[in-house]
């Protein structure tokens, strides 16, 4: 169990942020007049071990007060038809609790996890939920491990339900007049990788990330996924500086 209180300047990006992704539809920008954030908040965790330690669970809650929350809002009074500006203001007065559940099992063969999720938001300035926090989120993976070539290979996937977003109501004028709320779509994330060390000093690994392909469309101003859909990264790591073997004493009587 652990409470304190927060104190949170904004930094760089959140006062000088330039983001130009017009060819998508939108851009990003800071606010040079933001407050600091404060916040009040309580955390409780228990964690407990079964199977000689291969099964552990984790149970967690918390609760949050914040005072001139910072956040990143849609920006009516600088968005046009075409090209939708978020910046960071001060929200004012909101509260977050919730809880998670993580599990983990570890087999010499097998490891397996899942974690649950459960958010309550609320804006308490406008008497509504924030905007972008989906209420229940979570994810599984399954990972298959051959210790003797050192290779490890699984799966994961991720959701989240559906969450209030802020979407511009544009006039025929092309500007935008206000603001309305609406439900997204639940998000689902399939992923996949693959990490093989050969030898202690090399480490090859490739990942499929997003392999339902789920994606931002331009337009689409009430999705939290990313633009760039599926991805697949390959990488190589190699270390050089492998630690010594400490010396054979040679006093040692045989």
Known sequence: LSAGRGYRAPDLKELYYEFDHSHLGYMVLGNEELEAEQSWGVNLSIEQRRLAGALTVRLGGFLNYFDELIELRLDPSTSEAGLVVYRYNNLGRALTAGGQLFMLLDLRYLEASGTYRYLFSRDIERGSELISRPQ?????????????????????????????SEV????????????????????INLGAHINWKPIPAL????????????????????????????????????QFDQPKQPPEDKNDAS
């Open 203 to 238: 480490e090859i690994h490739a990942n499929f990330s997003n392999l339902l392909d789920q994606k931002r469309e331009p337009g689409d101003y009430d999705r939290l996924e990313a633009p760039l859909g599926r991805t697949v990264s390959v990488g190589v790591r190699m």
């Open 168 to 187: 511009p109501n544009l006039q025929g004028t092309g500007l935008v007049s206000e603001l309305q709320t609406t439900l997204s779509a639940p998000i």
């Open 136 to 164: 229940h989120s979570g994810s599984v993976s399954v990972v298959g491990k051959i210790p003797k070539i050192k290779l490890r290979f699984g799966a994961s996937l991720s959701g989240k339900s559906s969450y209030l």
